[in-house]
């Protein structure tokens, strides 16, 4: 069994930052692309920040730019998303996810954590 578990969500005020955490455990035998998307109410889940495996390419959507940074760490299977200057259009749920391929198997899978809930106030 593989699964993600995110850690760091709460509330903040406006112009604030929180940091949030999800550390991949179980079965991995190796994981490529991690990233973060969020899911506001009443709308679709849309893309915050991706990271290669290597680390040194990133993916982050105009709303966030310079202001959301993600970050992981191979050795710990961890990824990390650093946000700063919050804004209440921010607030939903955010969701870890990653391209795992389990140990002993050939095929990478798509991943989910189970949400951490960001809210920022005006």
């Known amino acids: 069994q593989v699964q993600l578990v995110e850690s760091g969500g709460g509330l903040v005020q406006a112009g604030g930052s929180l940091r949030l955490s999800c550390a991949a455990s179980g079965r991995i035998g190796s994981i490529n692309d991690m990233g973060w998307y969020r899911q506001a109410p009443g709308k679709q889940r849309e893309l915050v920040a991706k990271?290669?495996?290597?680390?040194?390419?990133?993916n982050y959507p105009d709303s966030v730019k310079g202001r959301f940074t993600i970050s992981r760490d191979n050795a710990k299977n961890t990824v990390a998303l650093q946000m700063n200057s919050l804004k209440p259009e921010d607030t939903a749920v955010y969701f870890c996810n990653a391209d795992i391929r389990p140990l002993f198997t050939s095929l990478f899978q798509d991943y989910w954590g189970q949400g951490t809930q960001v809210t920022v106030s005006s």
């Open positions: 990271i290669t495996r290597s680390g040194d390419s990133t």
